[in-house]
């Protein structure tokens, strides 16, 4: 079992391996998470989300919104593999973000896809400064989680997050960090925006 404390370029997240069950149901736990909440992944690279994701069409639409602080949320259907239910919970969806971390966890783990979620308790504000995350770490997971940063700086703003219905057609869930230049590329590919 082996949690990460990270450094994002929006808030400070909290995750592990995406195959280690017990450390992403104790993060749940302490966040007082419900457990059927899907988690998000976290890859440092397009390689490695094609490994998970199978995008027909309009591959180079999609991919190019990584250049920006965004979580997409594809489709069940598109994964190449089943994806584990205490990360997807009750969703029909996964999460996925790129951040380039595979230089500080490639020592660590074998696993380089880990699950991240945003580090507070659940109704109160991300972290967004270090010191507040090491005393995170101190008082709910006595600093046995892994201080990891990934070499960015939190922007405060949380990622937008953009859920794909199908390969032209692109719901916002959550407007974040750079989400006029997410609209401008999307309407650039004549993706639809509901």
Not at 119 to 129: A, D, G, S
Not at 144 to 165: D, K, Y
Request: charge should be positive; aromatic fraction near 8%.
């Amino acid at each position: 079992m082996k949690i990460y404390i990270h450094s994002t370029d929006t808030v400070w997240g909290v995750g592990a391996s995406y195959l280690d069950e017990e450390s992403i149901l104790l993060i749940k736990n302490i966040k007082s998470n419900n457990l059927k909440k899907p988690m998000s992944l976290l890859c440092d690279n397009l390689n490695q989300l094609e490994s998970l994701i199978n995008i027909p069409k309009n591959k180079e639409a999609i991919l190019s919104l990584y250049s920006h602080a965004v979580t997409i949320l594809f489709p069940l259907k598109w994964c190449r593999k089943k994806m584990p239910s205490y990360i997807i919970g009750n969703s029909k969806y996964v999460g996925i973000r790129i951040i380039k971390f595979l230089d500080v966890l490639k020592t660590k783990t074998s696993d380089l896809i880990i699950t991240t979620t945003s580090l507070n308790l659940q109704n109160e504000p991300p972290i967004t400064e270090l010191n507040e995350a090491v005393r995170f770490n101190q008082k709910y997971f006595e600093n046995t989680a892994e201080m990891l940063n990934l070499g960015v700086q939190a922007s405060s703003q949380p990622s937008t997050i953009i859920q794909i219905e199908d390969s032209f057609n692109i719901k916002i869930i959550r407007e974040g960090v750079a989400l006029d230049e997410i609209k401008a590329k999307l309407k650039l590919f004549s993706t639809n925006i509901l």
